[in-house]
C-alpha cells in the first residue's frame, strides 16, 4: 500500500466524501466499522422485511460492513486473523441495507449488477481490501466488541475501530467496476 | 506388525493444523516472489507485496494467514502393516483436529447440517480420506481449505467426443468464472477421469503435490504448462482486480474412466495453498 497516494477517510461517511472517489483510489479508512457475513446478514433482512429498522443492532446510517468472520483473539490480542471475505454471498442482502443508508461495504470479489444498481442508486461504495491478509489487516484494528448475534460465534456482529485500514475502490457511485476495467486492461484474446 | 498410539496421531494432527494455518510453505513463498517479477499490473505488484508481508508477519506471530482457516482436509495412508492402538483412528484424528482448533485459536467454520447450519464450534467432523497400502508406512497430509475458493470449484461429465479440448475449456470457464472471488493468484488442481466422484477427489488430490511439480506423464505435463499459460492470459490477476499473474500453477491427476465417460473436476485453491505433511 502506497501511504502517500492512500485517502484518508472517517467513517461515518457522507455523500460529499463518497462522491469525490473513483475506482482504483486506494484508501486508508479510520473509524467505526460493523462486521457481518452470511448469517447475520439474514437477521438483519429479517428485521428490515417486517420494517423493524429500530430493532437493528446498529443505525445503517452513513455506516460501513466489512464481511469477516475473524479468527479468535489469542490472550492479550484485540482480534485474530481479519480478513476479508466473499462479497457475493451478501449480494441478496445488500440492496435493502443500502436502502436503510448503509454507505459502503468491505469484502473481496465482484458484487451483482443488482448491488451495482442499489449502489448508483443510494450513493454508495464498495471497498475491496487483500483476501487472505487477515493477520496483516488485523493489525489495523484497534477495537472489537460483539454487539449482536454472539450465538453466531465468528458470525456475531462486531464493532470494530479500525486505523488506516488499507482498501481500494472497486465500485463508485457513478457505477463505474474496477474488477471489469481491471481484467480488460490485461486479459490477451 | 508396527504398533501406533492414537495419541501419538492426536498429537500430530494438532500440530498440522496450527502449522498448516499459521506458517506458508517455501515453495509458495517462492511463487508469489516469482509472480511479483512477472505481473505488470501495479495494483497486483502491491497486492502480492501485502500477501507476502501477511505471511512473514504470521509466521513471526504464529497466527493464521487467513481468517478462513478452513475445512480440515486430511489424507491417512495408512500401512497396512500398522496396528493402531489406544482407540479409534477416526476419533483419533478428529480430537486432533478439534484440539488444534480451539487451542491455536483457529476459527471454527463447520455447520453439522448444510441446510439447518448450526455451527459444531470445534471445526469437527474433518473431512478425511484413507488410502490403505501395503508395508507398515504412517503417513498424514492436511489441506486446510478455504470455502472462498471451494465454492467457485465446479465438475462436469464431459463426453468423450469433448476430448482434451473440451477439458481445457471447462477447466478455462470454470477459473474465469470464478474471477477474484477464490483470491488469485490460484493453484488449479484438474482430475480428469474416474467417476464422478472419484473425479472430484483427483483434484483435491492435486493439491497435495508441490507447488509447481509436473505431472509424471509428458502429455499431462504439457497439459499442464498450456492451462497456465491459458489461465494467465485471462487479465483476472492478483485479487481480480486485473494482472498477469491469475495462477500460480495447475496440477492435473488423471486416472481410469468408464468407456462412456471423461469426467472433470476443478478444484480451486487460493494464494496460501496450504499443506502439511507428516510420517509417523
Known amino acids: ?189 | 506388525m508396527r504398533e501406533l498410539k492414537t495419541e501419538t496421531i492426536i498429537s500430530a494432527v494438532k500440530k498440522m493444523c496450527i502449522e498448516a494455518n499459521c506458517v506458508i510453505g517455501e515453495g509458495v513463498t517462492a511463487a508469489l516472489e516469482k509472480a511479483l517479477t512477472t505481473e505488470e499490473s501495479p495494483q497486483g505488484k502491491e497486492i502480492l507485496q501485502q500477501i507476502l508481508e501477511n505471511n512473514r508477519l504470521a509466521k513471526k506471530n504464529m497466527q493464521p494467514t487467513c481468517q478462513d482457516t478452513g475445512t480440515a482436509v486430511i489424507f491417512i495412508t495408512l500401512g497396512q502393516e500398522v496396528h493402531i492402538t489406544g482407540g479409534d483412528l477416526i476419533e483419533a484424528i478428529n480430537e486432533g483436529v478439534r484440539q488444534g482448533y480451539t487451542e491455536g485459536y483457529l476459527r471454527k467454520s463447520i455447520v453439522a447440517d448444510p441446510i439447518k447450519r448450526k455451527n459444531t464450534g470445534d471445526n469437527t467432523p474433518a473431512t478425511i480420506y484413507l488410502d490403505l497400502v501395503a508395508g507398515d508406512k504412517f503417513q498424514l497430509q492436511i489441506l486446510p481449505k478455504g470455502g472462498g475458493s471451494e465454492n467457485m470449484s465446479a465438475l462436469k461429465m464431459l463426453k468423450p467426443s469433448e476430448g482434451i479440448e473440451g477439458a481445457k475449456k471447462f477447466v478455462i470457464e470454470t477459473v474465469k468464472k470464478a474471477g477474484a472471488n477464490p483470491c488469485p493468484p490460484i493453484v488449479v488442481g484438474v482430475g480428469i477421469g474416474g467417476t464422478f466422484e472419484g473425479a472430484a477427489l483427483l483434484s483435491k488430490k492435486a493439491h497435495l503435490r508441490k507447488l509447481g511439480a509436473r505431472n509424471p506423464d509428458p502429455f499431462y505435463a504439457k497439459l499442464e504448462e498450456e492451462l497456465l499459460e491459458e489461465i494467465n492470459k485471462l487479465g483476472i490477476g492478483p485479487q481480480g482486480l486485473g494482472g498477469r499473474v491469475t495462477a500460480l500453477a495447475v496440477h492435473i491427476n488423471q486416472g481410469p474412466a468408464h468407456i462412456t465417460a471423461l469426467p472433470v473436476a476443478v478444484n480451486i485453491n487460493c494464494h496460501a495453498d496450504r499443506y502439511k505433511v507428516v510420517v509417523l
Open chain 1, 1 to 189: 500500500m502506497n501511504k502517500d497516494t492512500a485517502l484518508a477517510l472517517r467513517t461515518p461517511l457522507t455523500d460529499e466524501v463518497l462522491a469525490e472517489l473513483k475506482i482504483g483510489d486506494k484508501v486508508k479508512l479510520s473509524g467505526v466499522v460493523y462486521t457481518a457475513r452470511d448469517a447475520a446478514h439474514r437477521r438483519l433482512a429479517e428485521l428490515l422485511n417486517k420494517n423493524q429498522i429500530a430493532q437493528l443492532p446498529f443505525d445503517p446510517q452513513g455506516q460501513v460492513i466489512y464481511y469477516v468472520g475473524p479468527t479468535p483473539a489469542k490472550p492479550g490480542q484485540i482480534i485474530g486473523s481479519a480478513g476479508p471475505t466473499t462479497s457475493f454471498r451478501m449480494d441478496a442482502y445488500t440492496p435493502q441495507l443500502l436502502a436503510a443508508g448503509l454507505k459502503a461495504t468491505i469484502g473481496k470479489g465482484a458484487r451483482s449488477p443488482e448491488v451495482l444498481a442499489a449502489m448508483k442508486k443510494y450513493r454508495a461504495v464498495y471497498l475491496v481490501a487483500v483476501g487472505g491478509a487477515g493477520a496483516l489487516l488485523s493489525q489495523c484494528i484497534k477495537k472489537a466488541e460483539v454487539i449482536a448475534y454472539d450465538d453466531l460465534g465468528p458470525e456475531a456482529i462486531r464493532k470494530l475501530e479500525v486505523v488506516d485500514l488499507p482498501l481500494t475502490v472497486a465500485n463508485d457511485i457513478q457505477g463505474n467496476d474496477l474488477y471489469q476495467e481491471g481484467i480488460k486492461k490485461y486479459a490477451i484474446a
